[in-house]
């Protein structure tokens, strides 16, 4: 446990230790992680006096009180508030939250709520002393059927526990246990040393810039007032001002001469704080300006003023506006009618969407938090950056580093990074590839939730590859990782790296009368739902979530050795797994490494991911001769429905992802109407080339990329001539046409 001080016991000196804590953080600028543990009622008891005292300092205390089912808070001035809710308060500030275990621990919102604690504020984790034993409530997503709380690992618990204990040995959490005395609180830095304050002036908070901030504001000029098509990615963890630097660099933009500038999100709520450093900004700029300067509007959402500029010998008025305009309203635009356009959270809005606007837009700026609680990552940046950099070469980048809504080395901050893993290892991902690692090489392995505990730097090696492999992994991910009993979780390694992870579930053998729905049990249920099959149900399988390899060490089959000695090791130890499935946002290369695997396609959704703007496919691999049958029937079955829909819900898909789907497709191949390549109507053969198309996708990949669009979506997805000649620039159907039959003369029989 902990060490505590020789001080009086705890009843005597609980308000007065509460004051000094108070005066401690606010001298500091920093925040408290308090860990009360004890049975329920002293804890509120607890809580409820601490609130009481800290109310005395700050009249307009309020914080919330974070829940897993809506109820009014047990706490004085608390807002009781759902973990689902949550997220729509981010971008906002509190001076307290308090997590109760019986309520549940949920990673997620820990994170987003630490995140939202302002300085001199505390986070309060209220624990019974038998915590790591109990159930936690926040694991009943992860659970599938017929799981209870009661089977989970207690892994999480196990881990987030150990992890407080040793702050605490280090003073960076405040353990407060019934009937022990107090803890020493902190010994005190001097305030000049615990952070740079020279720009953090609370009367002029927007105006001064840290040196990393005004490192990103001359980024931001240039991508303003320098060459065209060089946007810009900034990325932040919490706390460093990165939307309110995006707040007072637009009214400095517009100041110096730019007229509008449009904000978007994902939700206007997430801009608030980028507003509220524009409003300061103006705020500034009119108490010393304030004869040229007016405010017109002043919205969420809009900021709109007018200033005064001087033409030669002439004082004209210019109209200024900084607007928030939903992204899909961009998307939809023909042009862009903004001087620049910033994204802010970028991560939360599909990649396709990114770089639909940053196709529309000269002038970027693509702004995001790092850390996974807010659902993006340095999975995000890797990915999106190497997309945006491959259409545009001049993309620059720029990070800040240094907090100032709280100063340097913020306990909680400390806590929370190190105990949600949002603190990993270097990212190594620019270092080139070495030809030295071979999948032969490495050793693959199942590995126990145990082992990880145990052995915190795989954890945290295992979970940053998690991170960069998938953009949206979150802390929710480490605890469904360290809880979840039905799992299979297998490693590549080398010298005690972790290069490869494979995460799996086990699925069905469910019941099949009472068929509703049930949680989990992806693949058995919906290929019921698909067939009205019920022998779907009755199989036992194994689905892999995720499979993931160091971004370094991709496409030198890592990816595949794992998958392969995972498939081999199910058939050597578990004899009664009947088939291997998978499901994900389906990309050509993705479903080309399942294919190449052994893979077949069964179902294709016909709602893309809201994320990744993917359409998630399911395929299986069987491992014995009565579902083989099943499989092969079925996938004829949707190879024949995919191709129907290709001209009608699957009509946007793109071709490179309609021909991998294909690549394996089980027709019988047609012969191309030679006739089509004389003079033979397009008209009176398109059924023909349609089925040759269907059964020869491997041979219209070698095609060239832009020929071998147009073909599939006149061919297969059934776009008309008129859209194709106009959207390529082409003069007429003929020419088109042409090109076609220039192609396939020599190439078929």
């Not at 009180?65 to 001035?77: C, K, R």
């Not at 949600?420 to 270097?426: E, H, I, P, S, V």
């Not at 990816?559 to 994900?584: C, E, P, R, Y």
């Amino acid at each position: 446990m902990p060490t505590t001080s020789n001080a009086s016991p705890f009843a005597d000196n609980w308000l007065r230790w509460c004051n000094d804590l108070h005066d401690h953080l606010a001298q500091q600028r920093h925040r408290a992680c308090v860990v009360l543990i004890g049975d329920a009622e002293w804890r509120h008891t607890t809580i409820h006096q601490a609130l009481t005292a800290l109310a005395q300092h700050n009249p307009n205390l309020s914080g919330l009180e974070v829940v897993q089912t809506i109820e009014n808070s047990a706490f004085e001035y608390a807002e009781a508030i759902t973990t689902k809710t949550l997220p729509h308060k981010l971008g906002q500030e509190t001076d307290f939250v308090i997590f109760t275990g019986e309520q549940g621990l949920d990673a997620n919102a820990l994170g987003q709520a630490g995140g939202m604690i302002r300085a001199g504020g505390i986070c309060w984790l209220s624990l019974p002393a038998d915590w790591c034993a109990l159930p936690n409530p926040a694991n009943a997503r992860f659970l599938s059927y017929p799981l209870t709380l009661e089977d989970s690992l207690k892994g999480f618990n196990r881990f987030f526990w150990d992890g407080l204990q040793t702050h605490a040995e280090q003073q960076e959490v405040l353990w407060v246990s019934q009937n022990t005395a107090l803890p020493t609180l902190p010994s005190a830095t001097p305030l000049e040393t615990a952070t740079s304050l020279k720009n953090m002036s609370p009367d002029k908070p927007a105006l001064l810039l840290t040196e990393d901030q005004q490192a990103a504001w001359e980024q931001i000029q240039s991508v303003a007032f320098g060459h065209r098509h060089r946007p810009l990615v900034l990325t932040a963890d919490r706390g460093r001002g990165k939307s309110t630097l995006l707040g007072v660099a637009a009214i400095r933009l517009l100041q110096q001469g730019k007229q509008t500038i449009a904000v978007t999100a994902a939700r206007l709520d997430q801009t608030q704080a980028l507003f509220q450093g524009a409003v300061q900004t103006l705020n500034q700029l009119i108490e010393e300006y304030s004869d040229t300067i007016r405010i017109i509007e002043n919205l969420p959402g809009w900021v709109c003023f007018e200033m005064d500029v001087q033409q030669g010998n002439k004082l004209t008025t210019a109209r200024k506006s900084l607007q928030f305009i939903a992204p899909d309203e961009l998307a939809a635009a023909t042009e862009s009618h903004y001087d620049l356009l910033m994204v802010d959270e970028a991560a939360h809005l599909p990649l396709p969407l990114l770089m639909t606007l940053a196709t529309q837009h000269n002038r970027l700026i693509f702004a995001t938090t790092q850390q996974g609680y807010e659902g993006s990552g340095r999975g995000f940046t890797l990915r999106f950056l190497s997309t945006l950099k491959a259409h545009y070469p001049q993309t620059k980048t720029a990070k800040l580093h240094h907090p100032i809504r709280w100063a340097e080395g913020d306990p909680l901050e400390k806590v929370l990074n190190q105990c949600l893993l949002f603190a990993t290892l270097d990212d190594n991902t620019n270092e080139p590839k070495t030809s030295q690692i071979h999948a032969d090489d490495l050793s693959y392995r199942a590995i126990p939730v145990d082992e990880l505990i145990a052995d915190q730097t795989k954890l945290s090696q295992l979970f940053q590859l998690l991170t960069f492999a998938h953009y949206q992994t979150a802390p929710n991910d480490l605890m469904q990782l360290l809880e979840t009993p039905n799992q299979h979780l297998y490693i590549a390694e080398q010298e005690g790296k972790i290069l490869g992870v494979l995460f799996a579930l086990e699925e069905g053998n469910l019941p099949v009368e009472n068929q509703g729905r049930k949680q989990g049990h992806l693949f058995p249920q919906l290929m019921q739902q698909q067939t009205a099959n019920d022998a779907w149900l009755t199989d036992k399988t194994l689905r892999v979530v995720r499979l993931a390899v160091q971004p370094i060490n991709q496409s030198q089959g890592i990816g595949s050795a794992l998958l392969s000695h995972f498939i081999d090791n199910v058939k050597q130890h578990s004899a009664d797994i009947n088939a291997i499935t998978t499901s994900f946002g389906a990309t050509p290369n993705l479903v080309d490494f399942w294919h190449q695997n052994g893979f077949t396609a069964l179902h294709l959704g016909q709602k893309r991911d809201k994320a990744s703007s993917t359409h998630s496919l399911l395929m299986v691999l069987p491992l014995c001769p009565e579902l083989s049958e099943r499989i092969t029937a079925q996938h004829t079955a949707f190879i024949q429905q995919f191709a129907w829909l290709l001209t009608d819900s699957f009509q946007t898909l793109s071709a490179d992802l309609v021909l991998s789907v294909l690549a394996k497709a089980l027709l019988p191949k047609a012969d191309f109407p030679q006739g089509y390549l004389i003079n033979q109507p397009f008209e009176a053969v398109s059924y023909q080339l349609r089925q040759w198309a269907l059964s020869n996708a491997d041979a219209l990949q070698k095609m060239e990329a832009p020929l071998r669009t147009l073909w599939v979506k006149r061919v297969l997805q059934n776009h008309t001539w008129e859209n194709l000649v106009k959207a390529n620039g082409m003069t007429s159907r003929k020419q088109l046409e042409q090109q076609f039959k220039q192609y396939f003369i020599g190439q078929v029989e």
